[in-house]
């Protein structure tokens, strides 16, 4: 099935991202679920204290969530700078 399998594509791109349009896809949800979760946040109607501290807490997850992407583009540049040279050495 073509839909399935564009599916799958499409999750398999966002677990293991080679090319700059998969970083992209990346950094654009990241960005998507912060300003769901921060819309979230303000309209619980926490007292402003809580609400900081909750916030603090998401901005540490996107922190984390940010270095996961960089790591994930540090491999991919590694695996890709790879190919290249393998595509090199084979012509």
């Known amino acids: 099935d073509a839909a399935e399998a564009h ?11 080679r090319t700059a349009a998969d970083f992209e896809i990346l950094y654009n949800e990241l960005e998507a679920w ?3 979760e921060t819309s979230k946040i ?6 402003k ?14 922190t984390k969530l940010l270095q996961t992407i ?3 583009k540090i491999n ?4 890709n700078k790879d190919m ?5 050495l084979n012509e």
């Open 7 to 17: 599916r799958a594509k499409e999750i398999e791109r966002r677990m293991h991202p």
């Open 34 to 36: 912060r300003l769901q």
């Open 42 to 47: 303000k309209a619980a109607g926490l007292a």
């Open 49 to 62: 204290e809580k609400e900081q501290e909750v916030l603090q807490q998401l901005l540490h997850k996107e």
């Open 70 to 72: 960089d790591r994930l």
């Open 76 to 79: 991919a540049n590694y695996e």
């Open 84 to 88: 290249r040279v393998q595509r090199t």
